[in-house]
Nanobody, 121 residues
Framework: QVQLVESGGGLVQPGGSLRLSCAAS????????MGWYRQAPGKERELVAT???????NYADSVKGRFTISRDNAKNTVYLQMNSLKPEDTAVYYC???????????????WGQGTQVTVSS
C-alpha cells in the first residue's frame, strides 16, 4: 500500500559528496518522523539521521558536521546530503518513515529497499 523508493547512491572517492532521496507513495494520510539508516557487511543496521514532521533533526556522532537530513512535506520526500565522505561510510543506506495510511489510517513504520553507497579511492 505504501512504498518508499531510494535513489542517489553510487561510487564516490573519499572527500566527495552524494545526495540521497527517498520518496513515499501510496494512500498516505500523514507522515510523522522520517530517517536514514545504514548497514555495512558484518555490522548491525545503525541510525544515521532522523527528522520530525516539524523539522527537528538528530544525527549519529559519526556523521555530525558532514551529513544533512531534510524533507519536503509536499513531495513526501526525505533527503540526505552527504559531504566529506569517508571509506567507513560505505554501506547500504535505507530510509524509513512512520506513516498513517489506508482506509483506517493505520500507523506503521515502512522501509525502503536500500541504495548502495561505496566510498573508495
Amino acid at each position: 500500500q505504501v512504498q518508499l523508493v531510494e535513489s542517489g547512491g553510487g561510487l564516490v572517492q573519499p572527500g566527495g559528496s552524494l545526495r540521497l532521496s527517498c520518496a513515499a507513495s501510496g494512500s498516505i494520510f500523514s507522515i510523522n518522523a522520517m530517517g536514514w539508516y545504514r548497514q555495512a557487511p558484518g555490522k548491525e543496521r545503525e541510525l544515521v539521521a532522523t527528522i520530525t514532521s516539524g523539522g527537528s533533526t538528530n544525527y549519529a556522532d559519526s556523521v555530525k558536521g558532514r551529513f544533512t537530513i531534510s524533507r519536503d512535506n509536499a513531495k513526501n520526500t526525505v533527503y540526505l546530503q552527504m559531504n566529506s565522505l569517508k571509506p567507513e561510510d560505505t554501506a547500504v543506506y535505507y530510509c524509513n518513515a512512520d506513516i498513517s495510511s489506508g482506509r483506517h489510517y493505520v500507523s506503521h513504520v515502512y522501509w525502503g529497499q536500500g541504495t548502495q553507497v561505496t566510498v573508495s579511492s
